[in-house]
């Protein structure tokens, strides 16, 4: 079956823009899961969503960093006034339920790279 | 959450088994200890998870001491496709924390 996409797989971008990343999780998936990973780390929690709302948001970096799930299924990560520093690849994931530790399925994620 | 600690790599040669042990000192009663392995360009892929004694799957086994500070994920007759960074995880399933905390990992390089 579909797993987890993301789109655009490669962002370049120049300093000062505004990006949007996309994610479409797996059918029926009500979890997703923001991580951005930097090179020789593990990914870094970002935002989780429980259906349409931010249920927890506690990784968001800055204000500059927002993401909605305006139907409870393909999620927009937005980035305004892009840095060198965001530069990274960010990864989606969603799961099955809302309990803690459901399997998480990973997409193949976003290379943002800001020039 | 509970820290963790890996080795940063690790080499092995094919057709050996593979074990690749995690530190967790101040495991919580209520954790688990799950790993995921995540190859080049792609997103972590879960992988085995415990709570004590051994768990074993089609893909790996991991075992856990009666202590729980520690866990080693065991890979039988590893192949050149199992290269990866291998990454060790330890929270609570029922508790409020939904993410994932990840640690820097540790990179598995098998040779031919």
């Known amino acids: 079956g579909a797993g987890v996409s993301q789109t655009p797989s490669n962002k370049v971008t120049e300093k000062g823009k505004y990006v949007e990343l996309r994610c479409d999780p797996i059918?029926?998936?009500?979890?997703l899961y923001w991580y951005r990973q930097s090179l020789g780390q593990g990914p870094e929690f970002l935002i989780y969503?429980?259906?349409?709302?931010?249920?927890?948001d506690s990784g968001l970096p800055n204000d500059r960093f927002f993401a909605v799930r305006p139907e409870g299924s393909v999620s927009t990560l937005k980035i305004q006034r892009t840095e060198r520093g965001d530069s990274a690849v960010y990864l989606c994931?969603?799961?099955?339920?809302?309990?803690?530790?459901?399997?998480?399925?990973f997409g193949p994620g976003t290379r943002l790279t800001v020039l | 959450l509970a820290k963790t600690t890996q080795p940063i790599s690790m080499d092995s040669y094919e057709g050996q088994e593979v074990n690749i042990t995690c530190s967790h000192n101040?495991?919580?009663?209520?954790?688990?200890i799950t790993w995921y392995q995540q190859f080049p360009s792609q997103g972590p892929r879960f992988i085995i998870q415990?709570?004590?004694t051994k768990v074993t799957n089609e893909v790996a086994s991991l075992f856990i001491p009666a202590d729980r500070k520690s866990s080693t994920l065991s890979l039988p007759r590893v192949s050149l496709s199992d290269t990866a960074v291998y990454y060790c995880?330890?929270?609570?399933?029922?508790?409020?924390?939904?993410?994932?905390?990840f640690g820097s990992g540790t990179q598995l390089t098998v040779l031919p």
């Open positions: 994931a969603s799961s099955l339920g809302a309990g803690g530790y459901n399997e998480q399925f």
């Open positions: 059918s029926g998936h009500t979890a």
């Open positions: 969503f429980q259906g349409t709302g931010a249920a927890d």
């Open positions: 101040n495991i919580a009663t209520n954790d688990y």
């Open positions: 415990g709570y004590k």
């Open positions: 995880l330890v929270g609570d399933p029922s508790g409020s924390a939904r993410q994932l905390t």
